[in-house]
């Protein structure tokens, strides 16, 4: 699979109805969000034509063939704009080239950014448990509300957590909802839906 199945319309209604199963089962309020990227990660498109302009100069200034020495700077800026359109327009390359620390911190950031922005925040029980995929980065982050009880998020959730993490590494879509149902029962049991409880955020993929 690739990274637009999470993106196609039939994914986000098989996302949707796998919400809706869960929280048949539990009061937790899951939203999902996908994003084709938490960031754009310019440092790395500009770090990586640095990189290239550097070792075309190197490589000028050490070749045995003479290279006029008035142009050599021009011949690295083009080096660098070649890196950098590269890193730009190539995701896998740009991707192996951020470090794993910057991918999963952009990744946080856009998280808590989207808890607020999506107001999951604003349920009664202070339920809400936000699912965030960063394809780009491969990164999953699950951010919850303090209505939800730390003994479940280290526990089972934790767990899906890492299920989750794993279908999103190797971009299973099928694997990532089959993860993404067992917050059901999970949660259900810690937090069990009572007959009054209202749908109180929307099930659709964010």
């Known amino acids: 699979m690739a990274e637009r199945d999470f993106l196609e319309p039939g994914a986000k209604q098989r996302t949707a109805d796998v919400i809706r199963g869960v929280e048949a089962l539990t009061s937790v309020e899951v939203v999902v969000a996908v994003r084709r990227a938490a960031s754009r990660h310019l440092g790395t498109s500009f770090a990586f034509g640095a990189v290239c302009a550097l070792a075309g100069f190197a490589f000028m200034w050490f070749s045995p063939q003479l290279y006029d020495v008035r142009t050599m700077p021009l011949d690295a800026a083009l080096a660098f704009v070649l890196g950098l359109i590269a890193a730009a327009s190539l995701p896998g390359l740009r991707r192996r080239l951020t470090p794993r620390s910057f991918l999963t911190s952009a990744a946080e950031r856009a998280a808590r950014t989207a808890f607020g922005e999506l107001g999951i925040e604003r349920t009664r029980q202070r339920s809400g448990l936000l699912v965030y995929v960063a394809l780009f980065e491969r990164t999953l982050v699950v951010v919850p509300d303090r209505g939800v009880p730390n003994a479940l998020l280290a526990g089972p959730i934790a767990s899906i957590r890492e299920e989750l993490a794993l279908a999103l590494r190797h971009t299973d879509l099928d694997a990532f ?28 993929v964010a």
């Open 177 to 204: 909802l089959a993860a993404l149902s067992r917050l059901g029962p999970a949660c259900g049991a810690a937090l069990p839906r009572s007959v009054d409880d209202e749908n109180e955020l929307c099930d659709d």
